[in-house]
């Protein structure tokens, strides 16, 4: 499988679903994109704030908490066709549905060849371990340590599916 990282995480649209079913996307860098639950194409979409997460505490106190995303790719300037949106589009940054502001992972590497992926975000390969298309790994390096770290993830979905 071909591994890619930076740049070429941008160009990235790995499907989750079927054909039939619908579709979504996993970007690059672990976005959600191109919700097309609807019946109709909507390829370059977002569900809002929709996304994974991450967190994890030790003796009930929160060590890290972050979105499972990695760097933004497209332009950090803002995007000159999104101007009609109120708060964004050329010379006021990313979109805020990217989540470009959150805590989240600076080197992700994407693996995959239809339909396996693997999204690295700088933790241990567990590739080899992999027996479904869709499987999401959390993998930490642990040092020995008398209290344990509890991680916890969630996935945020920003609105239900609505029929057009």
């Known amino acids: 499988m071909k591994t890619y ?3 070429y995480l941008q160009e990235i ?3 989750l679903s079927g054909i039939g079913t619908g579709g979504l996307s996993i970007s690059g860098i672990g976005a959600l994109v191109d919700w097309e639950l609807t019946g109709r ?3 370059k979409s977002v569900n809002e704030y929709s996304h994974f997460a991450i967190k994890a505490e030790r003796d009930g ?5 972050r979105v499972l995303h990695g760097d933004l790719t497209s332009a950090l300037v803002g ?7 109120h708060s964004w589009g050329y010379g006021h940054g990313p979109n805020r549905t990217t989540l ?3 805590a989240h992972f600076p080197d992700v590497r994407f693996t995959g060849n239809f339909p396996f992926a693997c999204l690295d975000y700088g933790c241990e390969d567990r ?3 992999s027996g479904s298309n869709a499987e999401l790994y959390l ?3 642990r040092k020995h340590h008398e209290n344990p770290l509890s991680v916890q993830s969630s996935l945020q979905l920003e609105r239900s599916v609505q029929r057009p």
Do not use: L, M, T, Y
């Open 127 to 129: 590739r080899e371990q």
């Open 41 to 43: 194409a909507n390829k």
């Open 61 to 65: 106190k929160v060590i890290d908490a």
């Open 100 to 102: 470009a502001g959150i």
């Open 79 to 85: 995007s000159p066709d999104a101007a009609h949106h």
């Open 5 to 7: 990282q930076r740049d």
């Open 13 to 15: 649209a790995f499907p």
């Open 139 to 141: 993998h930490f390096r």
